[in-house]
Each structure stands twice: as structure tokens, then as C-alpha cells.
């Protein structure tokens, strides 16, 4: 990613009290090129619809994710540097957050949108 590319990246990035949670960073990030990314600059699969997503190891972490967090931060797709987990739990019905809770990855991500919105 060019220079210009990586202070555009910081620009847009959201800002997240994560607090080294890294929940999201257990689900699958698409890499989306009409926002910028570059599918062949990442690790990445082709998932059942066609679509380029981050590699994810076995236990669902994403190949980036290291013992310190994002080791690829500064480059980190579109997606990744947009998640706010709050506006993500906030904007679903109840009847949505419950289909939603199939997948195990949102009940953490849901967590620690309740921890940082105080409920
Ligand atoms: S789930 Fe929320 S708090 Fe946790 S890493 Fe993602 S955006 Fe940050
Ligand atoms: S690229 Fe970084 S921020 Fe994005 S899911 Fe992977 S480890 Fe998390």
C-alpha cells in the first residue's frame, strides 16, 4: 500500500476503545475493492459466494492476528479499520441479534459492544 494509501487508511479509520479485545477479529473480513483493497495484497480465500476474505486459522482468528494484536495494522482492510462493534450491536433488532447469536463469533463481538456501551 502506498504511502498516500496509508494515511487515507488512518483518515478512515473508526476510533474503538478496543482494549485489546480483537473479538472481530475472529470473523470473516471481506476484502473489498471498491473501497480500496487489493484482494492480491493479503492472505486470502475465496469464500462459497465468490468473494475474497482474509485467511482465518483453525480456531477462526484471522491469519494477521498476532500475540500483540494486528500485525498488519497499517494496512488492515477496509472493514477492519471501520468495525465499530457498537454501531454493529446498536443498528440490529433484538430479533436480528438473536439470529445473529447462531454464530458464535457475534456472541463475543456483541459482548464487548455491551461492555463498551455500558449496558
Ligand atoms: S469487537 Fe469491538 S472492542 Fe473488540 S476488537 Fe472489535 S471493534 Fe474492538
Ligand atoms: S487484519 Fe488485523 S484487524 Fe483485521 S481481522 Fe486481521 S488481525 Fe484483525
Redesign the pocket.
Known amino acids: 500500500m502506498s504511502e498516500c494509501n496509508d494515511r487515507r487508511a488512518e483518515r478512515n479509520r473508526r476510533v474503538v476503545p478496543c482494549n485489546g479485545c480483537?473479538a472481530?477479529?475472529?470473523?470473516a473480513?471481506w476484502l473489498l475493492e471498491r473501497w480500496g483493497d487489493v484482494p492480491a495484497e493479503?492472505d486470502h480465500v475465496i469464500d462459497g459466494w465468490g468473494a475474497p476474505a482474509?485467511r482465518r486459522r483453525e480456531d477462526g482468528?484471522?491469519?494477521?492476528?498476532?500475540s500483540g494484536?494486528?500485525?498488519?495494522?497499517s494496512r488492515?482492510?477496509f472493514?477492519?479499520?471501520r468495525f465499530d462493534c457498537r454501531s454493529f450491536y446498536l443498528r440490529l433488532t433484538q430479533e436480528q441479534r438473536e439470529a445473529a447469536l447462531r454464530r458464535s463469533a457475534n456472541a463475543e463481538i456483541f459482548a464487548a459492544a455491551r461492555r463498551l456501551l455500558g449496558e
Do not use: E
Not at 472481530?24 to 470473523?27: F, I, P, Q
Not at 482468528?61 to 498476532?66: A, E, M
Not at 494484536?69 to 495494522?73: L, R, V
Open positions: 480483537r472481530c477479529c475472529h470473523d473480513v493479503y482474509l482468528s484471522c491469519v494477521y492476528l498476532g494484536g494486528c500485525t498488519i495494522w488492515a482492510p472493514l477492519c479499520r
